[in-house]
Every structure is written in C-alpha cells, then in structure tokens.
C-alpha cells in the first residue's frame, strides 16, 4: 500500500497527469506484489469494459460534434421560429415539440387516437 502511494504521489511531483499517474502506481504495485504483466492487463481491461464507461466519452465526443458543427444555434433558432419568442429552457421546449411531431407522425403515444395528422 504504501509503495501504491509513494509511486503516485512521485509521478505527480513529476508532473505526471493524475489517470496516467494511478496506472503508473497500480502498475508498479501489481509488479511488486509479484502479478504477471498478462493478468495486470487482464485486469485493468476487464475493469474498464462497461457499457456505462463507454457511454460517457461517446455523449462528450457527441456532444463536440455538435458545438463544431454549429447545431446549438441552429437548433435554437428552430425553437424560436417554433415558440415564437426567445424564451428559457428553449431547448427542452423543442425537444418536445419535436417529440410531438414524431409521435404524431408514427400514430404512437397520446396522439395515436385522437386523429391528428
């Protein structure tokens, strides 16, 4: 345990990033601790092999795209074209309006029986 913290806190004096840094530190721990370099890389992939880990670089990536190819304004732009005014929670406002038009246009959800075209 101690060798875990002082291999850390000497790739942080370094000036080590802190992720690149606990891999260091477990690595190096691992090794002392005897662990064949195999089950060390086992280890650390099974530990990361998870839909929700995985999810959440891909929302920031998307989220990226779509502040590189200008949709945010476009997309508020929509709104108030929509709403008729500037208004807050803009946004949230045209997700609905969109739900709407999709759940009227494929006859689902509350607007399946009421003859909305």
Known sequence: MILFLLAFVAFL???????????????LGCLSLGYPLVVIGQKMVSGIDSWLLIAIPLFILAGNLMNAGKIRPRAGGLDSRWSGSRQRAGLGHLCRYVRICFCRRRRSGRYRDQGHA
């Open 13 to 27: 004096i370094i000036g080590i990033p802190i992720s690149v840094s606990i891999g260091f530190s477990a690595v």
